[in-house]
């Protein structure tokens, strides 16, 4: 990747520009225009000579009580939204400091989503899934394609992986992400946009070309307060459709991929308009552009016929789970906004085998089945549940699930969980997902008061179990022929979050070792 310096008098031309500046205190009359800038940071434990340190307020800390640390560290200059007293170093002070801060990041880099088609994906559920079929649909048009999201960082082909479990992250990292694959060659970038991503201005300066929205359901109330505020973040998405001033016309124009299934889509119709988006809308609503005409699941996965405004045709899908078909419409709306030949968004998307985490099927030859899935919320969780509920039936089993819920996360979520496991399975069991700083054994009394209220009871048909492998292994012992024993929440990830800091985790692996202990091998 190239190597970045530019001088700190064109970001405070742009941050005047965009109606950000309030002003530049300059100790001694000290000219900052011709000072290099080689990095924007805003953890004063990575300033080096050369970089700027944006002061960000959060929610615990004000990064401002650290810009001494930054300029002893070799910090050119402060970026704030008021004066820290007594530093020898500029300080550029903005009306807020993390849509300057995005700004400056992708001012560093030279502004790399010009240069990209990007294409951002948000919702509830189904962001992850979406993203991969996006991009191998891109792939499979000629288009290499690069990708920020949940699961993997890939650059220019290349795998970086995700171990901070942020999907979207900080600017400075995600506008070095993007002027990555500019350098790789890379055409097109897939990003994952979370609401909190969106809420906190850390992809306020990426110039969108396509916004898709997968759903709006209950989730992260912990931190958006209300559910409109919720709706509010993930709307900013179709929002920066706008972000266009200074973007020339990279020939594909902006557009808005809504779930018209979703009764919220409605209500990010008028955003994407104000930005002057072209909205495409897919789903089984009879007013759709894009709808599935019929639906086919077997062992293999899905057939589902798609009919477009362009063209009608059958997609032989690889994923199992009956919800993946309206992941795979999003992705086909982004196909449909980009113009893509239809061959190429069929061979993309039938090419896709698998998506880590996500209904992942572990089979080392034992009579019953054991999905992997990163189901999180109560409507996730459901879908999860309903679609392998045939499957079970089929082999005249029942359901049994292991799941949990986040600790310092949404809390009115967890008797919702407990409620819809009690609805369909025939076995529940409560375990730890991340218990972060909250007690671990109040987490999951909130899930199983839930099932309690439904009748379920408590080591009999419902098992409180905080040890995770435990209670896979409890699950999976306990699980009959032809049953299907689901493990939600965790999926790709790689580490349980506790007050103790990260356990190394691997659902999968847990779940092999598991069935080894009974006897089975892959």
Not at 424 to 443: F, L, Q, S
């Amino acid at each position: 990747m190239s190597t970045w310096t530019r001088p700190l008098g064109g970001l405070i031309g742009q941050l005047e520009a965009a109606g950000m500046l309030r002003s530049v205190l300059t100790p001694g009359g000290m000219p900052p225009a011709a000072m290099p800038v080689s990095s924007v940071v805003l953890d004063s434990r990575a300033a080096r000579p050369g970089a700027l340190f944006a002061a960000v307020p959060g929610q615990h800390v004000d990064g401002l009580e650290y810009a001494p640390q930054a300029a002893a560290a070799g910090a050119v200059a402060i970026l704030a939204e008021r004066a820290a007293p007594g530093l020898l170093i500029p300080q550029v002070l903005v009306t807020a400091a993390r849509p300057a801060l995005a700004l400056a990041a992708a001012w560093l880099y030279d502004f790399p989503s010009l240069k990209l088609g990007v294409v951002g994906i948000t919702g509830t559920d189904g962001k992850t899934t979406t993203s991969y079929l996006v991009r191998s649909m891109l792939e499979a048009a000629g288009f290499r394609t690069g990708m920020v999201g949940t699961i993997d960082v890939v650059v220019a082909g290349a795998s970086l992986g995700n171990a901070a479990r942020a999907t979207s992250p900080e600017a400075p990292d995600l506008q070095g992400y993007l002027a990555a694959m500019v350098d790789g060659g890379d055409r097109f970038a897939v990003v994952e946009s979370t609401s909190h991503g969106l809420a906190q201005d850390r992809l306020a300066s990426v110039a969108y070309d396509v916004g898709v929205l997968t759903n709006v359901t209950h989730e992260h109330l912990e931190f958006h307060g209300t559910l409109e505020a919720y709706r509010a973040a993930k709307r900013r998405l179709f929002e920066l459709l706008a972000v266009s001033a200074a973007n020339p016309d990279k020939g594909w124009g902006k557009h808005a991929v809504l779930n018209l299934d979703d009764p919220i889509a409605r209500d990010f119709t008028a955003a994407a308009h104000d930005a002057g988006a072209t909205v495409i809308t897919y789903g089984a609503d009879p007013a759709a552009l894009i709808r599935p005409i019929s639906v086919r699941e077997d062992a293999g996965g899905l057939r589902i016929s798609v009919a477009t405004p362009r063209w009608q045709g059958d997609i032989a899908l690889r994923l199992a789970g009956r919800f993946n078909v309206h992941n795979a419409l999003a992705a086909v709306g982004v196909g449909e906004a980009l113009d893509l030949d239809p061959q190429a968004v069929k061979a993309g998307l039938e090419s896709l085998e698998r998506v880590p985490g996500r209904m992942q099927r572990i089979d080392a030859g034992q009579p019953f089945h054991v999905i992997v899935d990163y189901a999180h919320t109560p409507e996730s969780l459901a879908k999860v549940l309903d679609n392998l509920a045939p499957l079970a039936a089929a082999g005249g089993g029942g359901l049994v699930c292991v799941f949990g819920s986040a600790g310092d996360r949404d809390r009115l979520k967890r008797p919702m969980m407990g409620r819809v496991a009690a609805e369909r399975c025939r076995v529940i069991v409560v375990t730890d997902e991340d218990p972060r700083t909250e007690d671990r054994v109040g987490i999951l009394d909130q899930i199983a008061a839930g099932a309690e209220a439904l009748g379920r009871r408590r080591g009999q048909d419902l098992l409180v179990i905080p040890d995770r492998r435990e209670a896979i292994g409890r699950a999976i012992a306990m699980a009959a022929p032809g049953d299907v024993v689901v493990l939600c929440g965790k999926g790709h990830e790689k580490t349980i979050e506790t007050a103790d800091g990260d356990v190394p985790w691997d659902e999968a692996g847990a779940a092999r070792d598991a069935l080894e202990e009974l006897g089975y091998s892959d």
